[in-house]
């Protein structure tokens, strides 16, 4: 910036805006760069995930969601199966694992001293390996 | 040719399942086997008959969450499909975590501090297991069903769209679900696959989970 009409230029470029055939170098800060551009095709590019995202087709999710819900009832029914049981029969893994957990709890009391030092060194390794893979940020899409 | 994937996928499912439940012993005529035989038939149509269940539970599930957030089960979904392998050392480490964590909390029990806590993970693991398990629904569709192109996308009236995505992944992995043996390996690995995803998007949102020192002031 070497005159005054620079320091003009600047203040306001739009009023200003001969200045640019005037200064060699306001031009060459400021002027319009002619990079190379290649015209995009846009059809060609890669589809985005959430084009067409927002779409509801209900026929095809109504119908999957009746033919589950019927096959589930005819199974039910030639099973000889009350809804109730098959809601029982569902939680069995979640009380297994319950009688799991608290088995291993009771044990791990009844254990010795350094058992159970081993058994807290775990949990801490373990669940510092979850933080550690936690503070990575997710690449989704700039994959 | 995907057209033709679900149907055969389907079709695969059934032959296998019933190759596989069918009676491997010959029929020697006895009264004591046939019941037998009887017993196990019914067990597995009993098996059968919860898993459909399941999956009708599933699909409801997948509507309603996909409906109330699509945009962040496709975020994890999308994170499922870019890096699979980190999905699935989180799940790994996450399940494993879970456990310990409970039987730590459970070990608190007595000192009454341990049930409010294994409440709070159970709930916290169960939102995690059906929101996980609903990106991998999303996923599956997405890579068996989803449009490569936009004319692709363009010319299909019904197929597009998370909520026909998740809905057919739900069926694909129910279909590969009743397949004996191999299906609950196979929705096994799903539900570590979502979990790691759940937790990789913190819920779909992008967010780190933990602010750095110097974000904190």
Not at chain 1, 27 to 56: M, N, Y
Not at chain 1, 107 to 129: E, K, P, T
Request: proline share 4%; with cysteine.
């Amino acid at each position: 910036m070497k005159t005054d009409s620079c320091l003009r230029y600047l203040e306001d470029p739009d009023a200003n805006a001969g200045h640019l055939a005037e200064c060699e170098e306001c031009r060459a800060l400021f002027g319009d760069t002619e990079l190379p551009t290649k015209p995009i095709d846009v059809p060609q590019l890669p589809l985005a995930t959430w084009e067409g995202a927002s779409h509801r087709s209900w026929p095809l999710v109504l119908a999957g969601f009746v033919v589950a819900l019927a096959a589930a009832a005819v199974l039910c029914l030639i099973a000889g199966m009350t809804p109730l049981r098959v809601v029982e029969s569902s939680f069995r893994s979640v009380q297994s694992m319950r009688a799991f957990v608290f088995t291993s709890a009771a044990a791990l009391r009844a254990a010795s001293m350094g058992a159970q030092i081993a058994f807290f060194g775990a949990f801490i390794v373990v669940n510092a390996v979850l933080f550690a893979l936690l503070r990575r940020s997710p690449r989704g899409i700039d994959a | 040719m995907l057209r033709l994937f679900v149907p055969l996928t389907i079709v695969g499912a059934t032959l296998v399942t019933g190759m596989i439940a069918a009676p491997s012993e010959p029929f020697s005529g006895t009264m004591e086997i046939r019941s037998i035989t009887l017993q196990q038939a019914a067990s597995m149509v009993q098996q059968t008959a919860v898993v459909v269940s399941l999956i009708a539970v599933w699909i409801l599930a997948a509507i309603a969450l996909t409906l109330m957030s699509g945009r962040e089960v496709r975020a994890s979904s999308t994170e499922v499909r870019a890096s699979a392998l980190h999905c699935f050392t989180l799940g790994l480490v996450a399940v494993t975590s879970f456990v310990l964590t409970a039987i730590v909390f459970s070990y608190l029990v007595p000192f009454l501090i341990g049930i409010p806590l294994l409440f709070a993970l159970a709930v916290f693991a169960v939102i995690t297991k059906i929101y996980g398990m609903i990106a991998v629904f999303h996923a599956v569709g997405t890579l068996v069903a989803g449009a490569r192109t936009r004319n692709q996308l363009d010319s299909r009236k019904w197929l597009r769209g998370d909520l026909a995505m998740s809905v057919l992944g739900v069926l694909i992995l129910g279909a590969l679900r009743l397949i004996p043996v191999a299906g609950p390996i196979v929705w096994g690995l799903a539900s570590v696959f979502g979990i790691g995803s759940a937790l990789a998007t913190k819920f779909g949102r992008r967010e780190p989970w933990f602010l750095r020192v110097a974000q904190a002031f």
